[in-house]
């Protein structure tokens, strides 16, 4: 398929835009008209017309009733390149719509962050009724995703209201797993082949949270939250985890921190003795994840163990008393159908866990899942209608979402929504979603995400534990950016949404 860009430079837009209709095909991106035009063809252009620049598309795509067609728009005068931009994606979907029968239902926004524009409306004065409005209007949003967005700021709100400019987050990773998930697009590493990596990636690990906290005090930071991930961190050993925690708490300050996660992610490594070091040193939140309750999709997708256990694991978590208990799940799983999606739903709740983290099976560059031949196929579901029948049990259960991102691959252009019962929302997620607080990395993959006065920077570690390992005084160099950045910003209010 070529994508053909005349007079203008949106073809980032237009380009996801068109993946959203035809996930997984091979696009070539121009910027003429090819010498032989071939073969499927999205033509995008602004022209001239009485001294205006009006949006063009035509579209030309073989096996399809719809065939061939052409669209324009209204006369835009001097309009901005952001509306026309806005214009041209409006002008293309349209098409594609006619032309294929798929409706994406988060319309032209390919963004990640779709929350955002909440909050930015908002701000421009704009009341609920009107946001909504220009959501469905001007960004071909369906009414129910719409609303999710509204939703989800609205209970954002307190968390956002208590970040300040001073205030900051820590990220440990945690890159080691029993295996590595079908899906899995992370750097972690599964724990059998990586796992004499360990002891010196913990070591070095521990001088990296060392540097970490001792540049957090010299910029006069406050430490908000601290979340462990990966990867799977109880696939350490409790040997091994409580030497973690005893460096996290003897380099930093947690007067002040109002919530401390450990991803628990997997049931098979879930121990009495790890649970209870983790409450030892103050972890109050932690996440068991079992994406599905359906055993033979557990198998598929790579994972060794059974509904069975996720609900054991969770009773034991609940013995020790923390404040939040998460659990994952993930809509479109190879095998799923209907009934199965269903009866997740019916295990998970009847649970109850504070937390639950809805998301759309998303088919990433390098996961093992992409390999497959049927990757792109999607799923034979209407996983929009299961994800709408989630959200009204969830909501009938006393939970509301609180933080939605979206990514793209993700099958059936849908989202990942994290839904809490009010009061036990994560400021970690909201503060990492929303990119208004700084986040400090450690780790291998770690991502450090400067925030403040509306400018954002990041400051990315070595992906691989053995790159980590192997650079690991690089690392540390790059840690400069910190205080540069600080320092060129100093005195800049953070925006708290």
Known sequence: MTLVCLNHTFAYEMEHI??????GAPIKTRSGLPEDPGG??????????????????RVRLSGLS???????????????????????????????????GVTPPWGILTGVRPVRLCRRWAEQGLDEKAIRRRFERDY?????????????AGAQKRILAGNTPDSYSLYISIPFCPTRCLYCSFVSSAIAGAKKLVPDYLRLL?????????LAERLGLVLHTVYVGGGTPTTLDAEQLELLLKSVSQNFDLTNILEYTVEAGRPDTITAEKLEILRKFGVDRISINPQTMDDTILRTIGRDHTAAQVEESYRLAKQFDFSAVNMDLIAGLPGESAGSFSATLDRVLALSPENITLHTLTVKRSSHLREREDAFAGSPLALGELLGVAQSRFASEGYRP?????????????????????????????????????ILGAGAGAITKLCRGGHIRRVCNFKYPYEYI??????????????????EHSGKEVYPG
């Open 206 to 214: 521990d001088r990296e949270l060392r540097a970490t906290a001792a």
């Open 40 to 57: 499927d063809l999205v033509l995008t252009e602004l022209r001239e017309q009485n001294g205006a620049r009006v949006p063009f598309v």
């Open 402 to 438: 609180y933080y939605l991102y979206r990514q793209k691959g993700t099958v059936q252009n849908l989202e990942n929504t994290g839904y809490a019962r009010p009061g036990t929302e994560s400021a970690y997620n909201v503060y990492s979603m929303e990119e208004v607080h700084t």
């Open 66 to 100: 719809a065939g061939t067609g052409t669209v324009g728009a209204q006369d835009t005068g001097a309009a901005p390149d952001s509306e026309l931009e806005r214009r041209l994606g409006v002008c293309l979907y349209r098409l594609l719509q006619k032309s294929t």
């Open 140 to 152: 071909l949003v369906q009414p129910g995703k719409a609303d999710l967005a509204l939703q989800t």
């Open 18 to 23: 068109l993946r959203m209709f035809f996930p």
């Open 470 to 487: 192997a650079r690991f005084g690089e690392l540390l160099e790059r840690k400069s950016a910190v205080e540069e950045f600080y320092e």
